[in-house]
């Protein structure tokens, strides 16, 4: 893992940071001892399909009983609102 000095960190701050984004690792030195690591984060999906999202939907969908409930108290429309 290349070492990058606090002082090049400090004046070349997006040059490093684009080079961590871009997947390199640095450690950080102050004084040559080191002393922290950039890393890059792991990157998000930004969508997800269908058939992925069912099972956490599941997981947080109401207690069926409630759901009972709630369709027996409400009305099946909207228009005496």
């Known amino acids: ?40 984060l792991p990157r998000r999906a930004s969508w997800v399909t269908a058939q992925s999202a069912w099972p956490t939907i599941r997981r947080h969908l109401a207690d069926p009983a409630l759901a009972s409930e709630l369709r027996e108290a409400l009305p099946d429309t909207t228009e005496d609102l």
Do not use: F
Request: hydrophobic fraction near 40%; glycine fraction near 2%.
């Open 1 to 40: 893992m290349p070492d990058i000095s606090v002082r090049e960190l400090r004046n070349e701050t997006s040059a490093v940071l684009r080079r961590v984004e871009a997947g390199e690792r640095l450690r950080v030195t102050v004084d040559r001892r080191p002393v922290a690591e950039l890393a890059p």
